[in-house]
């Protein structure tokens, strides 16, 4: 089966973990600090916290900025659940917007008027998590125009975006226009360290509260610690209920290896999106756009023949393995046990519908391509 993603481990890669098995420390030696400070330079970013998964990451700077019950978090129904999840784990309540048909993010016209109804009710989020649908960067510049104004925090959900620049031809994870950019290094991302995250901010604030959270809530800096304590040599400071979400320098030592590589990942990933976009024009399929600064995280198509399911169980029996992205998360059953509606989505609906994933990752190649190609064509017809 060629799989709709995967990771591309090298010779470096394996030398790189092997390294840190034979040094002193396995966790928190010289690669989780040298990682942050790559991921930095990478994209810009003043401040980045490496921690165990995306979804650790969504989930501390929905921490760092307080977010608890009784606020409202909003995201776009096109994602993985975590997007959601995370405002959830603080015990606040979420909504979905619905998403633009053509970039398939969030649409800025439905927030707009989303934000205007929120206003006039008295229930405006404290919190919009954006998600760069397939590496596609969301209108950054037009959706903080709306949260600066009602002072509203701005995650960006870059789990798919890492390699990737805004229209503007910025790196997604800059943090240009948000609060927050978090990451995610599982095997199918743009670079992997099997499981890990990372959470990029320009505030010192936020980023000395997300370390807390990440490591316990504990403190070491002696000036926070109580009276008496301030002299002992033993003594650290539990400052909140943090959790375990550490890097280990395992981990990080993958990433310090896969990272030098992300540009040319990226390029093979937009090399495949070119090639699609020439084979399947004849196809009575609807392309992504063509979009020359996205990551080229997912290929997805909408098919126009209304059979979906049958195009998806003969792709899959053919070997080819494509994939869905996304069930809807208000489709799942424990949103829908709080009362979501799907029609409350129509774009998001009308594309889940047809949508389907293509294989794509850098190690794929024109041969694989190929036999994805034509099995489409066989299948479509
Ligand atoms: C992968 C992913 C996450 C979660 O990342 P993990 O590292 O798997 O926890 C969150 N959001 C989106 C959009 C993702 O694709």
């Known amino acids: 089966m060629i799989p709709y993603g995967s990771h591309s481990i090298n010779d470096d890669d394996v030398n790189a973990v092997i390294d840190v098995l034979k040094n002193e420390f396995l966790t928190q030696g010289e690669q989780v ?22 979804t650790s990451g969504l989930h501390l700077a929905c921490l760092a900025t307080g977010i ?4 409202k978090v909003w995201t776009s129904p096109n994602s993985f659940a975590a997007s959601a999840n995370c405002a959830r784990y603080c015990g606040a309540d979420i909504d979905f917007v619905d998403i633009d048909p053509v970039t398939r993010n969030m649409s800025v016209s439905a927030l707009k008027h989303k934000l205007q109804q929120a206003e006039h009710n008295g229930t405006l989020p404290k919190a919009i998590v954006v998600v760069h649908f397939a590496g596609v960067s969301c209108d950054m510049k037009a959706i903080a125009e709306l949260t600066s104004y009602y002072d509203i925090i701005l995650i960006e959900d870059a789990a798919h975006g890492l390699g990737g620049k805004d229209a503007d031809s910025k790196p997604i994870g800059q943090a240009v226009y948000s609060d927050f950019v978090v990451l995610s290094f599982h095997p199918v991302k743009s670079v992997t360290t099997a499981e890990g995250g990372a959470v990029l901010t320009n505030s010192d ?13 504990i403190s070491r800096d002696k000036s926070q610690f109580p ?4 002299a002992s040599g033993w003594f650290y ?15 990080a030592a993958l ?5 030098k590589r992300l540009d040319e990942f990226v390029a093979k990933r937009l090399a495949l999106a070119k090639r699609y976009d020439e084979a399947l024009c004849s196809l009575p399929l ?11 995280h997912l290929y997805v198509v909408e098919l126009q ?8 169980d003969a792709l899959r029996e053919h070997g080819i393995g494509v994939n869905v992205h996304y069930i809807p998360i208000y489709r799942h059953p424990y949103y829908q046990a709080l009362g979501f509606d799907p029609k409350d989505y129509p774009a998001c609906e009308q594309y889940y519908r047809n949508a389907i994933t293509l294989p794509l990752f850098p190690a794929l190649s024109a041969d694989m391509q190929d036999k994805v190609i034509m099995t489409l064509d066989e299948v479509l017809k």
Do not use: M
């Open 33 to 54: 600090p040298l990682f942050e400070q790559n991921l930095c330079r990478y994209t810009g970013a003043k401040y980045a916290v490496a921690c165990n998964s995306g």
């Open 68 to 71: 608890g019950p009784g606020d």
């Open 205 to 217: 604030v936020y980023a000395k509260s997300l370390r807390l959270y990440a490591s316990h809530g």
């Open 227 to 230: 009276a008496d304590e301030q």
């Open 237 to 251: 400071a539990q400052q909140a209920l943090g959790f375990n979400y550490r890097l280990s320098d395992l981990h």
């Open 255 to 259: 990433g310090n290896s896969q990272i």
């Open 286 to 296: 609807i392309r992504p756009v063509l979009d020359e600064n996205s990551a080229w």
């Open 305 to 312: 023949n209304g059979h979906r399911r049958e195009t998806f």
